[in-house]
């Protein structure tokens, strides 16, 4: 408390207007995000109380500007943190202004305390997770072969009970069954024998079946495709424990076609001080020594004959990522969660309605629309099942 009100005697009052609280959000969205929360420890210290904590708010304007040089001074307080995190935090270089803003932000949400988390639901996810097109398909597979093989076991059975019995009666047989139950086992009989030339076709044609199967998956439409990563990446341990935002790796997603995968650069923003030693993060480090990228592998693919922005759904349609992935979040490996098929694009637009938000053009069509006399307006209203804007 003591050093808090020598701080307000040096004019380091924390604001507590509004605009200024805003502007606060923002620097601290677009850069102490990815690491801070305000009410839980995230990759660094939760930040709530931070200007009660730390040695002074001038102090705190030093640190974020230059964390290095403040611990290599030997500073006993940041010593103490550095020891405890392990992470060197990034020096920005802010304005007094801006930090102050920030800290207006860090005391409001302070003051409101943490909002209610809602129960994450953590059910069946991890159960229906693994099995995939092929592991689906080779368990029927598996399946039939085993059961075919136990017909086969218990007709041999049958013949052979039934050839012991026929021959303690033999006396009462004619000509004609002597002969038969004389014959003995004869291989090249029994290849060419009905039941064996069936049984060899019904396994090809479903070998071929499958293969078809699993060749109609490879071309775009393979829901559930989970491949195994060349790097044991985890969505869940970073956007979804860490919650670090899609758009901090996935840069292009707001404003491009493409979402972008990331650079092993973006990785080592964090992990040349993380876990440096890691087995795992030594791909990553060797990777960006050796100046090749890391060959993820592919999950979501659609043909080149179909034109799809994520700039259009995220930024101007304001879809969630989820709507289209599914819950990535909570996926230590990414799966394939819809068809990416046509008639799923044509399916959302014919349902969906515009996001008319903070867009006056739109506002002012909605309105129109509505003169009409319809209740909303869906993407199918503004053209979006006009074949020339997926294909051209
Ligand atoms: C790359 C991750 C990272 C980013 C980005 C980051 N920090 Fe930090 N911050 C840390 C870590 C880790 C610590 C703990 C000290 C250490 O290990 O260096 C820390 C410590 C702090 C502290 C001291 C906390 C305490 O408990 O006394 C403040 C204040 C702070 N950061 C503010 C900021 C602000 C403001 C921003 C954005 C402008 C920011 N940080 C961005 C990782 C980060
Ligand atoms: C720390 C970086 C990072 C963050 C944060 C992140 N991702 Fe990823 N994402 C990756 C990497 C690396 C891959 C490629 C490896 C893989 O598929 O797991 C990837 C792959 C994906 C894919 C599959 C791409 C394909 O091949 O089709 C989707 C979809 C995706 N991420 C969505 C998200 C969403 C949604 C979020 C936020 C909830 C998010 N990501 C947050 C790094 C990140
Ligand atoms: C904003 C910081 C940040 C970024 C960026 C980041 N990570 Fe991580 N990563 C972490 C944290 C925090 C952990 C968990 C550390 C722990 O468990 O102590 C972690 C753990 C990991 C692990 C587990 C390592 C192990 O041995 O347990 C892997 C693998 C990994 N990250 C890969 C990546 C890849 C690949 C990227 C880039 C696409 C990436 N990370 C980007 C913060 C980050
Ligand atoms: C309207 C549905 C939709 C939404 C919303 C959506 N995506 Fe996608 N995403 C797709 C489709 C379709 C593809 C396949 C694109 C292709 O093959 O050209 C894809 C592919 C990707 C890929 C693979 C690499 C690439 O650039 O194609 C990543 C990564 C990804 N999405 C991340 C995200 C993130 C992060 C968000 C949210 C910020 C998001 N997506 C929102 C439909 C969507
Ligand atoms: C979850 C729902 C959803 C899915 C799935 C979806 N879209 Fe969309 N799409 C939207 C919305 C909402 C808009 C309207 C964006 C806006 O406000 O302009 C849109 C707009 C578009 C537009 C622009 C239409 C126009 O008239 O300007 C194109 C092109 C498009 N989508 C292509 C696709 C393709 C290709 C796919 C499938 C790979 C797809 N979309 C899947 C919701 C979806
Ligand atoms: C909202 C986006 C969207 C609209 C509108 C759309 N398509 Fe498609 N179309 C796709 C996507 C995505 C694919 C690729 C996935 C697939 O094959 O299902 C595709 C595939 C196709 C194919 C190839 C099918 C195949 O099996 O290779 C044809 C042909 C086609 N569309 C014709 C049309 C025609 C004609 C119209 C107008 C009546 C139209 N599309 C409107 C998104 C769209």
């Not at 801006?98 to 069946?124: F, N």
Request: aromatic letters at 8%.
């Amino acid at each position: 408390m003591m050093s808090a009100s020598v701080a307000l005697a040096q004019g380091d009052v924390i604001s507590e207007d509004a605009t200024v609280i805003d502007a606060g959000k923002q620097l601290f969205d677009a850069n102490c995000k990815t690491c801070h929360r305000i009410h839980e420890k995230n990759v660094g210290p939760a930040l709530q109380d931070v200007y009660n904590r730390a040695p002074s708010v001038e102090w705190i304007r030093e640190f974020v500007r230059n964390p290095t040089r403040v611990i290599q001074s030997g500073d006993q307080y940041a010593n103490d943190l550095f020891n405890e995190y392990n992470i060197m935090m990034t020096a920005f270089p802010l304005e007094d202004e801006q930090i102050m803003s920030i800290l207006a932000y860090v005391q409001d949400e302070t003051k409101k305390g943490p909002a209610e988390v809602a129960v994450a639901d953590t059910g069946t996810e991890a159960a229906t997770q693994d099995a995939g097109p092929s592991g689906f398909m080779n368990a029927i597979m598996v399946g039939i072969v085993i059961l075919l093989l136990l017909v086969l076991g218990i007709l041999f059975l049958i013949m052979r009970v039934l050839k012991r019995y026929l021959q303690q009666q033999s006396e009462d047989l004619g000509e004609e069954d002597k002969e038969l139950l004389g014959q003995t086992f004869s291989l090249s009989g029994t290849l060419t024998s009905k039941p064996v030339v069936f049984l060899t076709i019904f396994i090809i044609t479903a070998l071929v079946v499958k293969g078809v199967i699993t060749g109609l998956f490879s071309i775009g439409v393979q829901m559930n495709y989970a491949p195994t990563q060349p790097i044991a990446y985890s969505h869940k341990l970073h956007a979804g424990q860490y919650q670090i935002d899609c758009n901090y790796c996935h840069t292009g997603v707001r404003k491009s076609r493409n979402a972008n995968i990331p650079s092993a650069n973006i990785c080592m923003n964090c992990h040349s001080s993380i876990l440096p030693d890691s087995p795992e993060i030594k791909k990553i480090k060797a990777a960006v020594d050796n100046d090749t990228p890391i060959e993820w592998i592919r999950i979501h693919n659609m043909p080149d004959l179909a034109y799809f922005s994520h700039a259009q759904h995220v930024e101007v349609g304001g879809v969630e990522c989820q709507t289209c992935h599914g819950q990535i979040q909570e996926m230590d490996v990414v799966k394939q969660e819809n068809l990416l098929t046509m008639g799923w694009c044509v399916d959302c637009h014919r349902k969906t309605e515009v996001n008319g938000k903070d867009n006056a053009y739109y506002d002012q069509l909605i309105e129109y629309h509505k003169g009409n006399g319809n209740e909303k307006m869906t993407v199918e209203d503004i053209g979006g099942l006009e074949c020339a804007k997926c294909h051209y």
